[in-house]
């Protein structure tokens, strides 16, 4: 990272900015050529300090299809960003958060397994606590999980990043 003073390495900060975010764009393989699609997501923190993300999808399409041919992804969210207009307006700048996380996708199959990746993405978007998903629903939702290999964060803000 070229600003390293910007890099962010901490796990709360990450999970912070992370928490701000209203949505990631997750970056895959469409036959070789790079495609994009925002996503609602969810996450967590595993004990060793791995970051977990969760998707949900229908269980068909062009994303899915391109998933199951190649599994490697990047996402990225953007926590809180602003213009800053300066005077003269070549010196404006942007404030931003951002972080960016790779990795390879799972299909979550098992059910259980799959209303604890909902209730994380219900948690994300605002409702805490745990729902009642019917099996009718959970058969045709596809719920895809990102164990981040790499996690990085970057900001704009100072004096430091917000925590």
């Known amino acids: 990272m070229r600003r390293a003073e910007r890099e962010i390495t901490d796990a709360a900060a990450l999970a912070g900015i992370l928490g701000r975010a209203g949505y990631a764009v ?7 050529t790079p495609a994009l699609v925002p996503v609602s997501f969810g996450f967590r ?14 269980v068909e399409g062009h994303k899915i299809d391109c998933l199951r041919e190649d599994s490697r992804v990047s996402l990225c969210a953007v926590g809180d960003n602003r213009i800053e207009l300066g005077t003269p307006v070549c010196r404006s700048t942007c404030r931003y958060e ?9 299909f979550v199959t098992a059910p259980e397994a799959k209303r604890r990746a909902l209730d994380c993405l219900m948690n994300h978007c605002g409702a805490p606590g745990s729902f ?5 629903m959970l058969e045709r939702t596809a719920i895809l999980r990102l164990v981040a290999e790499t996690i990085s964060g970057k900001s704009n803000f100072s004096p430091a990043p917000r925590a």
Request: charged share 25%; hydrophobic share 35%.
């Open 132 to 136: 009642d998903y019917p099996e009718p």
């Open 26 to 32: 997750l970056a895959f393989l469409d036959g070789g």
């Open 98 to 106: 951002s972080v960016i996380a790779t990795g390879r996708i799972e």
């Open 45 to 58: 923190q595993e004990e060793d300090g791995r970051f977990v993300f969760y998707f949900h999808s229908a």
